[in-house]
């Protein structure tokens, strides 16, 4: 009787082991079934993409909301469309590192006098950045691009006699720290000029604050176009460079970006040395852009006038590609686009873009 109950006991352990495994498979099939129905799902409904062109469809199925700024997926449509605030951040080497570079979306650099070069960053305004700058002053041909954006909050200290007229003659919303000096601090660990600094808490107090001057505004804005390298008459990894020179004619700002494969981003040194940030952040760009203008001097402090109106050479990487192409822009307002050889509009890789102005 003994055996005969160890038998059946075995029988039973046996049928059991039976069973799960009969409904782990079952469960395996349904979620084969689950992957399967998405990948298909996806390629029979394309629009599931709102603002990002890609080869791939789980790119599609992830990006149902893209920021029209720089083609980052964002949460909600909401998103889509964000208010700007553009701070004006200095590059020189009293000033390095510099904070809040590396969390900007847009970063345009351009010489200023004695071909030091100056940051121009873009940042949404709901991004949560703790320290930013140090912050600078404006020059007449950044305006030209703070233009591009619609109408952004636009974060200065101070400015060349020619900038500070046409800030007032184009209308744009600025916040000067000289006359509100609450929406910045002056750091003491650094020496004036120095430690000026802002951060988006402060920032978000001056659109509140100064409301009454305007409100931020970019329903009119002519946004970028994104895309990959596929699709754009170059295969990705072709005419492809490693790493791309941007000599502003001084040692300290000769800049070089280096492509990483493995991060697919390129990653920026200056003077030879990584540029990061004051946190360890390392600076990077999804797309860099480098335009050739043409500049003088104008007068005995050396500061420049820039054509950034008209056209001219460009050449603009993403992915390991190079594409050289020409630059156009209408007038003050309208957007600067970049044109491959065939005059067709350029889409930008979605990310963080740097464009590096420089003289032709």
Not at 12 to 19: G, I
Not at 69 to 97: F, Q, T, W, Y
Not at 257 to 285: F, M
């Amino acid at each position: 009787m003994e055996r005969l109950r160890q038998l059946k006991l075995n029988f039973d352990e046996t049928k059991l082991m039976y069973s799960l495994a009969v409904i782990v498979f079952a469960c395996a099939i349904g979620l084969l079934g689950w992957f399967v129905w998405q990948y298909f799902g996806n390629i029979e409904n394309p629009n599931l993409s709102t603002g990002v062109e890609t080869q791939n469809f789980a790119s599609l199925q992830k990006c149902e909301f893209a920021r029209a700024l720089d083609g980052v997926c964002v949460e909600s449509a909401e998103k889509m469309n964000p208010k700007l605030i553009v701070v004006m951040i200095e590059n020189h080497p009293d000033a390095r590192p510099q904070s809040g570079l590396s969390k900007a979306s847009i970063v345009y650099e351009a010489p200023v006098e004695a071909n030091y070069t100056r940051f121009m960053a873009i940042y949404p305004a709901d991004a949560a950045v703790e320290q930013i700058g140090p912050v600078r002053s404006a020059r007449p041909y950044y305006l030209d691009w703070v233009s591009e954006y619609g109408q952004p909050m636009y974060m200065h200290c101070g400015g060349s006699p020619d900038a500070l007229n046409k800030i007032k003659d184009y209308g744009i919303l600025d916040v000067n720290e000289v006359y509100y000096g609450k929406n910045f601090w002056r750091s003491p660990s650094r020496l004036a000029p120095h430690n000026v600094y802002t951060s988006s808490e402060l920032w978000n107090n001056a659109v509140v604050s100064y409301n009454d001057r305007g409100s931020l505004i970019t329903d009119n804005v002519e946004w970028w176009t994104f895309g990959e390298c596929g699709i754009q008459n170059v295969e990705c990894g072709t005419a492809s460079t490693s790493s791309i020179m941007v000599d502003f004619l001084a040692p300290s700002y000769v800049v070089e970006w280096k492509y990483n494969s493995s991060t697919e981003k390129y990653e920026r040194s200056q003077a030879g040395e990584e540029h990061r940030d004051a946190d360890g952040s390392l600076i990077v760009a999804d797309t860099v852009i480098v335009q050739h203008v043409k500049t003088r001097v104008l007068d005995e402090i050396g500061r420049i006038s820039m054509e950034t109106i008209g056209t001219g050479v460009a050449e603009v990487y993403f992915d390991g590609v190079k594409i050289v192409g020409t630059w156009k822009k209408i007038d003050r307002t309208s957007r600067t686009r970049f044109y491959n050889e065939l005059r067709e509009e350029i889409k930008l890789k979605a990310g963080k873009i740097w464009v590096e102005v420089f003289n032709k």
